[in-house]
């Protein structure tokens, strides 16, 4: 019968051979499984490996780890996509992550840093807003002048474009033509855009009736 501490190594061995088939989304956790199969040979014995693990955070690395990992490919992810704001959000994660030296804390910490960010919701709120704000440009370019349709239009501009203020207040013209997550969901070419931009200085500076 295979004792325990033979049953540890196992499974640490098990798990770093499947987290080195995709090595560059594991790389934290299979620090972490190093880590404790050194510990294991360290120790040699159950008891010895007890105390050490208890002395060390109960295992608090293997659950950064995760988490870590988790994150930080996130993080990539976003950075790669151009989405700022979502990709600066998950590097906080990880500084909380880094930070905790126990369980609770790395719960409790990450927990009330998902209750206080808005980074993330912000995005999305002005990538939402800003479809409605080119439909209504490109109305208000096609609109009759003075008539309601005209009005209405307007109407649409103005309440997304406070939207999209209040969840992006750097927001601009240049931002919206330069940054990937705004410009990549327009269907409009460059020539097009200008167009619509002369439209939107009009509106903006309050020139239109």
């Not at 690395?61 to 988790?70: F, P, Q």
């Not at 939207?163 to 410009?183: F, G, Q």
Request: proline share 2%; charged share 35%.
């Amino acid at each position: 019968m295979i004792d325990s501490f033979e049953m540890q190594k196992r499974y640490f061995t098990s798990q770093l051979k499947q987290f080195r088939t995709k090595p560059e989304l594991n790389r934290a956790r299979i620090k972490d499984c190093e880590y404790y199969l050194e510990m294991l040979e360290e120790a040699g014995t159950p008891a010895e490996f007890k105390k050490r693990i208890q002395q060390t955070g109960n295992m608090v690395s293997t659950a950064k780890a995760e988490s870590y990992d988790r994150y930080d490919n996130r993080a990539f992810i976003y950075e790669e996509l151009g989405q700022e704001r979502k990709a600066e959000e998950d590097r906080l994660r990880l500084e909380i992550i880094e930070s905790a030296g126990t369980h609770s804390e790395l719960s409790q910490k990450l927990e009330e840093f998902e209750q206080n960010t808005k980074l993330s919701f912000n995005e999305n709120k002005a990538i939402n807003a800003l479809g409605s704000i080119i439909n209504a440009l490109f109305h208000l370019n096609t609109d009759g002048a003075g008539s309601k349709d005209e009005e209405r239009s307007l109407i649409r501009f103005q309440t997304y474009w406070k939207l999209m203020n209040e969840a992006d207040p750097d927001v601009s013209w240049e931002k919206i033509m330069t940054y990937k997550p705004y410009r990549d969901r327009i269907i409009f070419t460059d020539e097009q855009m200008a167009v619509l931009e002369i439209k939107f200085m009009e509106v903006c500076d309050g020139r239109h009736s």
